[in-house]
């Protein structure tokens, strides 16, 4: 080894992951002005975000008496943001936790589910795969059908074949716009419900969490029972990716309610066009939630989050 250099052991799950993405081009290197290009690549909001928006973010900033400013670290616990968000989704805010952008939380999920495998629906979203890489989670893809509906029944199958405890599906699908519509389906029997869903416990301290004491079961007397009632009524949790619902109009929170093993991610990314301050949260139930907050405070994560996220 020549001097100076340390080698450094990578995993060799590790090995095979892709290089990180260049470094955006300069545009001053291009000789042209922002409004003479359209980036397009991260499907970010190109629209200015609002005065009054910018306003709040600056008073964050600035607000230190109310114990949220650029000179404190942000509130670990996220009273006030889970506070809001509860309110806006009319839940209660032990159903609320918030991220570092819906990434991180699709991140934090796939780090607890205890699982070896995690089922998608291609083309879809490229970071699920990515995140399955990270963290040693294989990746089974239920392609989906003509016109890029989800295979409801092919997905439902591979849960059960592979045992499989996780389903990332979003709504509306990247890159398609697919919707995964809580009302388009018909049956007259539902599925067992989930037993159980056991979550890493060795790993990161946690315990099973029982998804079926009361008043958690669901109960569906309509015959319309939709896609995602269908997936949830299997044992495993289903992750429903809502990055885009903004601009959709429909929302599986409503299923919040009638479903413990149903998780809900949202994102200020794209309809606020806020991406680069990093903020997402996750909708579930309350023990999941608390599970996921324990799981930020014991990694330290927490920290991650801006005080603008987590602010009054």
């Keep these: 080894m020549r001097a100076g250099r340390v080698a450094v052991p990578f995993l060799p799950a590790q090995a095979g992951l892709p290089r990180a993405a260049l470094p955006h081009t300069d545009r001053r290197a291009l000789r042209t002005t922002l409004p003479q290009i359209a980036k397009l690549d991260a499907n970010e909001n190109l629209h200015p975000v609002p005065d009054e928006l910018m306003a709040a973010v600056t008073e964050a900033l600035q607000s230190f008496s109310s114990g949220c400013s650029a000179q404190i670290y942000p509130d670990p ?53 990515f995140l399955g890489a990270i963290t040693k989670i294989d990746i089974i893809d239920v392609p989906r059908k003509e016109g890029f509906d989800v295979d409801i029944q092919g997905i439902v199958k591979a849960v059960r074949d592979n045992k499989c405890k996780l389903v990332m599906l979003p709504s509306p699908n990247n890159p398609t716009g697919t919707l995964l519509h809580n009302d388009d389906i018909k049956v007259t029997t539902l599925l067992p419900l989930s037993q159980c869903m056991h979550l890493h416990s060795q790993r990161d301290q946690l315990t099973s969490l029982n998804l079926t004491s009361p008043p958690f079961r669901p109960v569906i007397s309509h015959p319309v029972v939709s896609k ?85």
């Design 77 to 129: 616990t996220q009273t006030h943001f889970r506070a809001d968000i509860a309110k806006l989704h009319g839940i209660s805010p032990d159903m609320v936790v918030a991220g570092s952008g819906s990434d991180d939380i699709l991140d934090i999920i796939m780090r607890l589910v205890d699982t070896p495998n995690c089922i998608i629906s291609t083309p879809t979203f490229g970071m699920y795969k």
């Design 228 to 312: 995602m009632q269908i997936l949830c009524a299997e044992d495993c949790l289903v992750c429903i990716d809502e990055a885009y619902a903004d601009f959709a109009g429909c929302s599986a929170d409503v299923l919040l309610s009638q479903f413990p093993n149903l998780i809900v991610c949202r994102t200020f990314s794209k309809w606020a066009g806020l991406a680069g301050l990093r903020a997402g949260y996750a909708l579930g139930h309350p023990s999941l939630i608390e599970r996921m907050l324990g799981w930020l405070s014991a990694k330290k994560r927490e920290m991650r989050l801006s005080v603008v996220t987590v602010s009054p």
